[in-house]
């Protein structure tokens, strides 16, 4: 019997060979947010590997939405051109071609994670890597010592949604089938969201609705901005797991809205709204969040993305055989073998024998004779 995970999904026009993913991991490798050698070469390696969709890492549709000196960007014509090399190849491939659309809000202007993780210093100033002014809902820091976000006005959002729609567009000419809006792990959308991040007074804040507000009204610009056909994805985080944070009964009333106006699959995370003086009470262990994905499917009809140490076949079967997730996220255990699709196809194989048929020929053809 074939696995359910290796069964193809189809969402919207979109066929997917299997339900494995590989979920957004920024790898703070671009130049002036352009994506190289490096992005084909990384992202490539998932396509090979078998993976039914490969979303990029979190990608700035403005400059100052970047994490890092190092994210990807979608801000102008030529970081499309960039990426559409990536996108091509991920296809030539059989992988559906993702990318996640982001404004990192408060937590932009910081190291990379192997050079602090804070807040940008003077050492990389002196290196030519300036901070930059960083902007939120509301005035509030991430923490002790990191700066001072200011307030984004109703204009400013004006400004970003249609951001949000020009990178749309860019991600369309590129070849993406997939977009993925990013709004959890305490990056701008999220910051909107939680009653923890946004102050505001005026219709963007205060009770859940106004919260919800512009994040809605960004994913309802993008589901008409992008392509019917083509399907568009939401990443939130389920929980704060900070006192007076958001809550899984926010969470499905946002779902519940996203669905209504034809976004097609929540990838559900958690966390990250915090500094780490703060940091979440959320216990990390295999699946820690796949209830959120299993809640959010059952209570709204969204279909869901699973993600968060998901790491083993039989675990990943499991979560879409027992109706769970419909897709399942494998991250960084993809990144220490990208091979990881391909892999557990084997190991759910069931036969006596199970072959490389779904390999790349490449490698397949060679292995299927080793003996
Ligand atoms: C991430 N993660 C992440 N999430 C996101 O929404 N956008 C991003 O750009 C990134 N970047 C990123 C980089 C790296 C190096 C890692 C390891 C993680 C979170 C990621 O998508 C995933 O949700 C978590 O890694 C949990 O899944 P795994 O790794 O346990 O399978």
Redesign the pocket.
């Known amino acids: 019997m074939t696995a359910q995970l290796f069964t193809p999904v189809r969402l919207r026009d979109v066929s997917l060979r299997n339900r494995v993913a590989i979920?957004?991991?920024?790898?703070y490798s671009a130049e002036g947010g352009m994506a190289g050698d490096y992005h084909l070469v990384h992202y490539g390696r998932f396509a090979l590997g078998g993976a039914g969709l490969v979303i990029l890492?979190?990608t700035a549709v403005v400059p100052e939405g970047r994490i890092t000196h190092g994210d990807l960007g979608i801000w102008s014509d030529a970081h499309g051109d960039a990426l559409a090399r990536v996108a091509g190849f991920l296809k030539a491939q059989g992988a559906v071609a993702g990318v996640?659309l982001?404004h990192a809000g408060r937590k932009a202007s910081m190291q990379r994670p192997w050079e602090g993780n804070g807040p940008l210093s003077e050492e990389e100033f002196a290196r030519g890597e300036a901070p930059w002014p960083i902007v939120a809902p509301s005035a509030i820091p991430l923490d002790a010592g990191w700066l001072m976000p200011a307030e984004l006005s109703a204009s400013d959002l004006d400004d970003l949604k249609a951001a949000f729609v020009a990178a749309a567009g860019r991600a369309q000419a590129a070849g993406f089938d997939v977009i993925e809006l990013?709004a959890?792990?305490g990056y701008l959308l999220h910051t909107f969201l939680s009653p923890l991040t946004n102050r505001r007074e005026d219709a963007f804040g205060g009770e859940r609705a106004g919260r919800m507000r512009f994040p809605l009204a960004v994913a309802r610009a993008l589901r008409r901005a992008w392509p019917a056909g083509k399907p568009l994805f939401v990443?939130v985080s389920a929980v704060d797991g900070l006192e007076g944070g958001l809550t899984l009964d926010d969470t499905l009333a946002f779902a519940g809205e996203l669905r209504a106006l034809g976004v097609d699959v929540l990838d559900c995370?958690s966390g990250g709204l915090s500094g780490s003086a703060t940091a979440a009470r959320i216990r990390r262990d295999y699946g820690f969040q796949v209830g959120f994905a299993e809640a959010v499917k059952r209570e709204t009809g969204l279909a869901t993305m699973a993600?968060?140490?998901?790491?083993d076949p039989r675990q990943a079967e499991a979560i879409v055989a027992e109706g769970r997730a419909d897709l399942v996220?494998?991250?960084?255990?993809a990144?220490a073998d990208p091979n990881w699709a391909v892999r557990a196809g084997r190991a759910l194989d069931g036969t006596e024998e199970p072959g490389f048929a779904a390999w790349p020929r490449q490698a397949g053809w060679w292995l299927e004779r080793r003996e």
């Open positions: 979920p957004p991991m920024c790898q890492e979190a996640q982001a990013h959890a792990h990443r995370s993600v968060g140490l998901i790491v996220a494998v991250g960084r255990e990144l």
